[in-house]
């Protein structure tokens, strides 16, 4: 489940110590001192990469927490986004170039008309659907689009 080849039979089910510090992404001897007691501070960041690792519920991550004497960071609120007036008003300018915005995510937040004329109207899609990545691997429209769809698909996966 954790995407590591397992090579000869194992005597035990689970992670083995170098698994889950090489899935954390912490050293085999510093993650022994900790199974260990010994003194290490480990910080915030190696506390969630480790809840992660061992794929913690709720409450065993904040019993993680408690044992490391650590304050469980707090989950933000991301703010939805949204595309500034400057950047609009110079998207709209862009009359014979198809052009659109993409947020963090890759979700296409604001088009020109010269888009919605080439890729279609993308106020019609909500949720996912407005994913480029969503877009490329699942809409027959735009698979359609493109011309060399495998390795635009290729090159979409690995920059996002």
Known sequence: AAGIAIGLRRRTPGLRREEVAMIAGVGTTWY?????????????????ALAEALRLDAAEKQHLFILADRQQPERR?????????????????????PAYVVGRRWDVLAWNPAAV???GDYGLL??????????????PHH???LVDW????????ASF
């Open 150 to 157: 495998e390795q635009l698909a290729r090159t979409v996966l």
């Open 117 to 119: 004329a080439v890729f």
């Open 77 to 97: 609120a991301v703010a939805p986004e949204k595309v500034d007036g400057p950047l609009l008003h110079m998207l709209q300018s862009l009359v014979l170039q």
């Open 143 to 145: 698979r359609h689009l």
């Open 126 to 139: 909500e949720g996912d659907a407005r994913n480029i990545v969503h877009m490329v691997f699942t809409s």
């Open 32 to 48: 022994t001192w900790l199974e260990q007691g010994r003194e290490v501070r480990p910080s915030v960041e190696v506390l969630t």
